[in-house]
């Protein structure tokens, strides 16, 4: 009887001891095939992910792509923002200067800060045509006229030196007032104007109303006062500058008179205006002109 148990048991064992060897070559022999399904898998789709259209504004630029423009501007676009940004960096030292070098004088608008101190700040100040405005404690005022925005800041902080440590001081121009150029002649609006930025010719002419038809643009005049007191004329061909052939380079100072003469237009005109009086003259008198 005991053998038998033991040859049942053996039995068992070698039975369960081949079940479980054949699970193991079972997962010997189908983990290959698996492993090579699954990188076979793999493979596709990257070649899928390649192949695929990328989508819309992949290819723009990251903040720190600077080396290349954007690929869906087009070339025009972006060479008319490089041509608009070049002239705003030509142009931008000039209204800087302008404000810089400005003098100040009467009827000019400023604006006197300290820093951190309201009671002696004050804005709004018209400079009056004595040129001299008052401020807190500062007798008599201070002298402005002739002078730029960076000069009077700076005699305000020594004469405030007395009353305050290390004073902060800045000086705002609100509005030019002072700097005036006159255009005559045969434009819209001849007159005298103010110069709030630093202008050209052909900037005061636009502003003026632009060159009447009968006007002259290739013989336009700047008369400009020099230190002995006398006027001399420069000339500036307009008609060449709108033309492109000429550099917009001429500016104003203030006190330039701006001339824009008659041309032959205005000279036929004049004689038709003259036909009825000497045909008045010729029937009345009987004499032939």
């Known amino acids: 009887m005991k053998l038998a148990s033991r040859a049942l048991a053996l039995t068992l064992v070698a039975a369960s001891g081949l079940t479980s060897t054949g699970v193991f070559a079972q997962t010997q022999t189908t983990d290959p095939k698996t492993?090579?399904?699954?990188?076979?898998?793999?493979?596709?789709?990257k070649n899928t992910r390649k192949s695929a259209p990328s989508?819309?504004?992949a290819d723009r630029l990251e903040p720190d792509e600077t080396s290349r423009p954007p690929a869906d501007v087009p070339d025009e676009t972006q060479a008319n923002r490089q041509e608009q940004m070049s002239e705003a960096a030509a142009i931008e030292p000039y209204y800087n200067n302008f404000f810089s070098t400005y003098r100040l004088g009467p009827e000019d608008v400023i604006s006197v800060n300290v820093f951190g101190q309201d009671r002696y700040s004050r804005s709004g100040i018209v400079i009056p045509p004595s040129g001299r405005v008052s401020l807190a404690l500062i007798p008599g005022g201070i002298f402005v006229n002739g002078k730029t925005v960076d000069q009077v800041a700076n005699i305000i902080a020594k004469k405030y030196e007395e009353y305050l440590i290390?004073?902060?001081v800045s000086v705002s121009l609100d509005k030019a007032?002072?700097?005036?150029?006159?255009?005559?002649?045969?434009?819209?609006?001849?007159?005298?104007?103010?110069?709030?930025?630093?202008?050209t010719v052909t900037e005061a002419l636009a502003e003026a109303g632009g060159v009447l038809a009968?006007?002259?643009?290739?013989?336009?005049v700047v008369l400009r006062r020099q230190n002995n007191g006398m006027l001399a004329q420069i000339p500036v061909n307009v008609s060449k500058i709108y033309k492109g052939q000429l550099a917009d380079n001429t500016y104003?100072?203030?006190?330039?008179?701006?001339?824009?003469?008659?041309?032959?237009?205005?000279?036929?005109?004049?004689?038709?205006?003259?036909t009825p009086i000497l045909s008045f003259a010729r029937i009345f008198t009987g004499v032939g002109f």
Do not use: E
């Open 35 to 45: 492993r090579q399904r699954q990188v076979t898998t793999s493979d596709q789709d």
């Open 55 to 57: 989508a819309p504004g």
């Open 166 to 168: 290390d004073p902060q």
């Open 177 to 199: 007032a002072s700097y005036r150029y006159s255009v005559i002649g045969d434009v819209a609006q001849p007159g005298i104007k103010l110069m709030q930025h630093r202008m």
């Open 214 to 220: 009968t006007g002259s643009k290739s013989g336009v």
């Open 252 to 274: 104003l100072v203030p006190g330039d008179q701006i001339i824009v003469p008659g041309n032959k237009l205005k000279t036929l005109y004049k004689i038709m205006s003259f």
